[in-house]
């Protein structure tokens, strides 16, 4: 039996020792960068830390029911210790458990033991006041056997305790007592150079105002334990306090509680400050994203501990961070509300530029077919022109082959006749109008209704399709650069003056007199 259980408790330390061989960092981050950088994959991993130690105690809970009653008190307190960092109820549930199997075989010595472990709770509960009065009753009777441990709970409670008070008489009784502890604990130690005793040491240099000293203990003490060592995250914590009162070394306190926040996680430890105060100083520091995201577990952890005195502490701060993170949101609220504004005038912008581009396309499209219609107007024009060209010489040639016959008959009276009856003349000028009017028409297809437009409705043409009368030719020729009344009287076969009393006439049937005939002369016109 004895054979078994000694094999149980190897496979149990092997268990232990390969997990934290595995947390535990060859290597410390070597700036502050670095440093929360590893803290921040750690918090990401923090499940795979805290599910392994939850491994382990469930293995040594198991182990615990197959052991003899003379045993089984020490296994409860291991246990009990083990969740001294992570929860604080179970720790108490165990070293109560531990004391029950004490009492019931007989072991005054081992139950004393576990009660003052108790007490070493107590204070993480609120009760620090309760706990000295403990702490005073079972030390008036401690046992021989448990006077190293008495001290080692003392300097726990004592140092706890003076962290509660200002610079006043509360505080110096409590680091005087501390003090006392310490140096009892160090006369009683074997290992004077061990990782522990140098912690202590450390502890006393600060007390006698030595930093140097108490730098180079602490030094030695992180060299020579792993990170995931409770005794590693209480040395850098103390040289984070240390630091902490030094001006110009905020970023050597910001970085050893990196490394305490480290061994936290890496030990799933969820009993501690050095998160909290982690955060607290990123928050100061501007850091409001690390802050909130660190104080946020903090607070977590600090209730899942069971520890009122962390919870405490968290929740004070983390109002401040949460008001801050509301301003933050007010403030991206604010830049988001100004971003949507200029969205919306950019899109505003944005559509009267396609609508404008779309206007100017439809006017591109229409210029295009206007020049198009021009394009063939000008092919019809000059196809008319050509037209009344040849006929015009055609008619010559067959009034000069009529002359000549005439002449070469002696037909002289006949030919003088048929001059002087200007029929020929009223014939040519018909069909100069016929043409010119079909011409004119094919080239601006709307000239009469833009023209009636410009005359007062009781004033307006109505004429046959196709067709001009004399007003309207006068106006057409305008229309086509002849200005001069003189060369359009010419053009219809009208005296001068008959030129000026319709152009007169015109102007007084128009809207505008003023502009009537620069009016006419934009008509049909092709622009951008």
């Known amino acids: 039996m004895e054979n078994k259980f000694v094999i149980k408790i190897i496979l149990l330390c092997a268990l232990t020792c390969s997990h934290f061989c595995c947390v535990a960092a060859t290597q410390l981050p070597s700036t502050l960068d670095d440093v929360l950088t590893t803290l921040d994959n750690a918090i990401d991993n923090k499940s795979i830390y805290e599910t392994s130690k939850q491994e382990r105690l469930d293995s040594m809970k198991r182990l615990a029911l197959t052991l003899p009653p003379q045993k089984l008190s020490s296994a409860y307190e291991k246990i009990g210790d083990d969740y001294q960092r992570c929860n604080i109820d179970s720790a108490l549930h165990y070293y109560t458990l531990g004391i029950n199997v004490a009492l019931h075989i007989g072991d005054s010595a081992q139950a004393q033991h576990l009660e003052l472990s108790k007490v070493a709770l107590l204070p993480v509960r609120g009760m620090i006041k309760e706990a000295v009065e403990l702490y005073d009753s079972i030390g008036k009777t401690v046992l021989p056997s448990n006077k190293f441990h008495k001290y080692e709970v003392g300097n726990r409670l004592f140092y706890f305790a003076s962290s509660f008070y200002p610079q006043d008489e509360s505080r110096g009784y409590y680091i005087k007592r501390a003090?006392?502890?310490?140096?009892?604990?160090?006369?009683?130690?074997?290992?004077?150079?061990?990782?522990?005793?140098?912690?202590?040491?450390a502890q006393l240099y600060k007390e006698d105002g030595n930093p140097l000293m108490m730098v180079a203990e602490i030094r030695d003490v992180i060299d020579d334990v792993d990170i995931d060592d409770f005794v590693f995250a209480r040395a850098v914590s103390h040289l984070a306090e240390y630091y902490e009162e030094q001006p110009g070394k905020e970023d050597e306190m910001l970085y050893n509680l990196g490394l305490a926040s480290l061994s936290d996680i890496y030990s799933a430890t969820l009993e501690g400050t050095a998160?909290?105060?982690?955060?607290?100083?990123?928050?100061?520091?501007?850091?409001?994203?690390?802050?909130?995201?660190?104080?946020?577990?903090s607070l977590d952890n600090a209730v899942k501990s069971g520890s009122r005195i962390r919870a405490l502490q968290s929740a004070e701060v983390y109002p401040i961070i949460s008001q801050t993170f509301r301003a933050q949101d007010e403030r991206k609220l604010t830049w988001l509300t100004w971003l949507v504004v200029a969205l919306v005038f950019a899109l505003i912008i944005i559509t009267g530029s396609l609508v404008f581009l779309r206007k100017e396309m439809r006017k591109l499209s229409e210029l295009k077919v206007r020049l198009s219609h021009a394009n063939i107007t000008k092919d019809t024009y000059i196809s008319q022109f050509l037209s009344l060209s040849s006929l015009y010489i055609e008619k010559l040639e067959e009034f000069h082959r009529m002359a000549k016959r005439k002449l070469k008959a002696n037909q002289v009276a006949d030919l003088y006749a048929l001059l002087e009856s200007e029929s020929m003349l009223n014939e040519q000028s018909q069909m100069f109008y016929k043409i010119f009017d079909n011409a004119f028409i094919h080239i601006y297809p709307t000239f009469v209704s833009e023209v009636n437009a410009l005359l007062m409705p009781d004033k307006r043409f109505e004429l046959p399709p196709m067709r001009l009368n004399t007003e309207l030719r006068i106006l057409a020729f305008l229309r086509l650069g002849i200005n001069?009344?003189?060369?359009?009287?010419?053009f219809l076969g009208l005296s001068l003056n008959t030129i000026y009393t319709y152009r007169n006439k015109l102007k007084n049937r128009a809207f505008s007199r003023n502009?009537?005939?620069?009016?006419?002369?934009?008509?049909?016109?092709?622009?951008?």
């Open 179 to 201: 003090r006392e502890t310490t140096d009892t604990l160090l006369t009683m130690m074997e290992d004077k150079e061990g990782s522990e005793a140098r912690l202590y040491k």
């Open 484 to 490: 001069d009344s003189e060369q359009i009287a010419r």
């Open 515 to 528: 502009d009537f005939e620069k009016r006419v002369m934009g008509i049909g016109a092709i622009t951008a």
């Open 275 to 297: 998160l909290q105060k982690l955060g607290v100083a990123l928050y100061d520091k501007g850091d409001v994203d690390r802050a909130y995201k660190y104080l946020s577990l």
